[in-house]
């Protein structure tokens, strides 16, 4: 999906037959006609759905707004938010934290005061490691993945030890998996994702190539990274086949029924259900903007200053100056929000040098509009939604972690207003 500025012109309908260009996951050439209206173009290829989205829904100023102003603010001078894993706000308006550096899970009253703390650093049950990520499972459970799934750690969230497991290394060994790096997505049910570029000697294996790509560093040749299989794998550590992703490919998971969200070519997005099969592609026809001078200067400016600001042990920034973007990428980031609404994380034409507008699709795939977010973007927002600064989207709150120039972390809690863009017509696209 790429990105344009608003439109709101409404496209007349018209009657198309359209091609799909063949591939790992792509349609057959047997299709349906396809219907073009309100910007965006629905095809039928072999029973899953493509949808080409030519313009938002709704322009500048008649989508839903965030407030430019945090309705809360977290800070806590105890450090307790330090190289943060995960946030999610729960129905009491609370909000749970992971921090990587204590290994502890923190609950913030939203005035800022400590709720609760869940687990300490141990090997024990209820203990932590390495806790890289948590995932929050409404109303009330909170789980937390140490690095390389050594522990799996489920708690209420007044502290109670739900239950424990780890994951079987030989299991997914097995299957093709490394140590070093096999998780990709973990899933509600427990089970996950992982990606896999050579399967087990004697185990059927789907063509990934053309999600090879060629990357470069400063000083360095062009190297090719091979794409990868997906699989999810279960409870009984059987392995179900989830098509291919590209290296550096975004995902998401949630609504209802629950789907995956796989970025996987710079236009598209892939939605899939929670077995594996493709029902829909998601796409825009238009271009991102260009890579001007001025946001060029304004990126290198903003990569230096989150250099500084994030020079503790996780962080793992080159020197030198990063190679000149030609072209921004079309997603730097997915999340699903509570309602099913899919947010892609873009920049914007401001220059600012930050990736800083979320467009956001409907459960169909239709784009309904685009947000500025966060406003008043800073130099450490650069990173922003990542591994160490994540973000959470629920009905009427966006949270995020942002830091200072000393590296200091605060989460910031900004009201979504939906209005009447957010009625069933709307989500509909009728």
């Known amino acids: 999906m790429t990105l344009a500025k608003f439109r709101g012109t409404t496209v007349s309908a018209v009657v198309t037959i359209a091609v799909i260009v063949s591939g790992c996951d792509s349609a057959s050439r047997d299709e349906s006609l396809a219907v073009q209206d309100h910007g965006f173009t629905v095809r039928d290829s072999a029973g899953i759905e493509i949808i080409e989205n030519h313009a938002p829904r709704y322009p500048a100023g008649e989508f839903w707004t965030i407030d430019p102003e945090p309705e809360f603010v977290l800070a806590d001078d105890s450090a307790r938010l330090d190289w943060t894993a995960g946030i999610a706000r729960l129905p009491d308006g609370r909000v749970a934290t992971l921090s990587f550096s204590n290994k502890q899970l923190f609950i913030f009253d939203p005035s800022g005061e400590l709720s609760r703390t869940i687990g300490r650093p141990g090997e024990g049950p209820g203990e932590f490691g390495i806790p890289e990520l948590m995932q ?25 030890v739900l239950g424990e497991r780890s994951v079987d290394y030989a ?119 260009p890579v001007t001078d001025k ?19 996780m962080w793992m920034g080159g020197d030198g ?7 921004y990428p079309a997603i730097e980031a997915l999340l699903v929000d509570a309602e099913g609404y899919l947010w892609v994380n873009e920049w914007s034409d401001s220059e600012s040098g930050l990736p800083d507008r979320w467009s956001v699709f409907n459960a169909e795939g239709r784009w309904l509009g685009a947000l500025a977010l966060p406003p008043n973007p800073e130099p450490t927002d650069l990173d922003l939604c990542s591994m160490f600064s994540p973000c959470w989207v629920g009905k009427d709150y966006f949270l995020m972690i942002r830091r200072d120039e000393l590296g200091r ?21 009728s």
């Open 136 to 160: 929050y499972l409404p109303p009330d459970t909170l789980v937390v993945w140490e690095r390389f799934g050594a522990s799996i750690d489920y708690f209420d969230t007044a502290g109670t």
């Open 171 to 289: 299991g997914l060994m097995e299957h093709g998996a490394t140590y070093e790096n096999p998780f990709r997505l973990p899933l509600p049910d427990g089970s996950f994702l992982i990606g896999v570029r050579k399967r087990a000697a004697g185990r059927p294996q789907e063509d990934c190539s053309h999600l090879d790509t060629k990357v470069s560093f400063a000083g360095q040749d062009e190297i090719t990274v091979p794409g990868e299989q997906l699989l999810r794998i279960d409870g009984a550590y059987a392995a179900h086949p989830f098509g291919c992703s590209r290296p550096g490919s975004r995902m998401a998971v949630g609504g209802d029924p629950l789907s995956v969200y796989i970025s996987n070519t710079g236009d598209e997005v892939h939605q899939r259900s929670l077995d594996g099969t493709l029902v829909r592609i998601i796409r825009r026809t238009t271009d991102p903007p």
């Open 295 to 313: 946001a060029w200067a304004a990126e290198l400016e903003a990569r230096e200053r989150s250099r500084e600001a994030l020079s503790g042990p």
């Open 321 to 327: 100056e990063p190679r000149r973007r030609m072209a």
């Open 409 to 429: 972390e605060r989460v910031e809690g900004y009201r979504i207003r939906r209005g009447q863009a957010g009625s069933a017509g709307a989500e509909s696209g």
